[in-house]
């Protein structure tokens, strides 16, 4: 794999961020909040919608919803952006959108059924790389 040079996201009105430490930070908090089965996959390249898309799920709708505010509070307190939440009311599927990196924390169920990650895989499965566990 080739090394690819720090890359920023951001309009003129607001502060570019490193797209790296945004991933990092997504991956780490959804570890510390113990999400199962998170998958990263790199979308750079393939799609102009994002650098990285991870999906993870939660064991309750309860645990969704709290992995999404957490996240998003982390990504507002180091970077200083608001991020998009998306089904946050239900909490069966929470979509975060923080510019290059999108997030989808589901409940176990809902992501057997949407299957994202067959759907992104782009015919590769070594596209699709499960994320560190500590």
Known sequence: MTERPA????TADRTPIDV???????????????AQEVVSIPLAGKSNIADHMVIASGRST??????????????KERFGR?????????ADWVLLDADDV????????VRNFYNL??????????????????
């Open 82 to 90: 608001n991020v998009r939440l998306e089904g946050l009311p239900a």
């Open 102 to 109: 999108i997030v989808h924390i589901f409940r176990p169920e």
């Open 62 to 75: 309860r645990q969704v919803a709290s992995m999404a505010v957490k996240l998003a509070d982390k990504i």
């Open 20 to 34: 790296e430490e945004l991933h990092a930070l997504v991956l780490q908090s959804l570890d510390d909040d113990q």
């Open 7 to 10: 890359e920023t996201v951001g």
């Open 117 to 134: 990650e067959r759907m992104w895989a782009f015919g590769d499965d070594s596209n699709v790389s499960a994320a560190a566990r500590g």
